[in-house]
DNA sequence: AGTTATTATCGTAACTTTACGATGATAAAC
DNA sequence: GTTTATCATCGTAAAGTTACGATAATAACT
């Protein structure tokens, strides 16, 4: 066990679960907020501005490119990271869909 | 260790982070679309959708009530479900405002 | 070649999640 | 009051996550 059913649900809502587990830390949505704050590329020192150590960053990096929401590009002795345009505009789409498909309730049941 | 530095990051970005776990799961997904599918809070026969066993699906359900996202309240025999309106439009909203914050990156290093 | 800087990976401890069967709790139906 | 239906909770096994220090990998600099 431990293990999520994945061939029980649609690749709708395993790809969206991805997308959201993506930004499921709180590590994650700083990192994330970071490389939107540039409008280019940012190469490495996100590390200094969280309070986690090295390889703690580096595994919230790679769990974000490992959803597909972030790219890394060797640039000589650094990696330059930015958002991955397609895959971030998926998202985006992917959950304004869901969460506009809400109409409230009739009943007055809660 | 094994456990989150909540006290490192913004409420905002844990709340955030809070409202994505209870999506990063497809089950949970699925559960969402039901109760979006009905214009009405829908009682009990969740599970019978769903190809997961009763106490797997309880469970799931009591992290989208932890999260906020849903209510149960009791209505006799069976337990009402509907979404939270408030905390809906709040994941919304605050979700919109993350990934419309992406501009391009004009460098071309990635 | 040796050093330095930067990032990734390994190893590991502690905690969390996923899943299920079994058991409880509650209220309607008889 | 006993049964039935419905949902929650407990217990538990397996797997995943989070965090860090230590170590490896790579490339620039001397």
């Not at 280019?40 to 969280?50: A, N, R």
């Amino acid at each position: 066990m431990g293990t999520t059913k994945t061939e029980a649900f649609t690749a709708t809502d395993l790809l969206l679960a991805k997308y959201a587990k993506a930004l499921a830390h709180p590590a994650r949505v700083a990192i994330l907020r970071i490389l939107l704050e540039r409008q280019s590329c940012i190469c490495g020192d996100i590390v200094e501005e969280l309070p986690l150590s090295q390889s703690t960053v580096s595994q919230h990096l790679k769990e974000l490119k490992e959803a597909g929401l972030i790219k890394g590009d060797i640039d000589g002795k650094k990696v330059c990271y930015c958002i991955d345009e397609q895959a971030w505009k998926q998202a985006q789409q992917m959950l304004q869909v869901l969460f506009s498909n809400y109409t409230p309730c009739g009943t007055n049941c809660c």
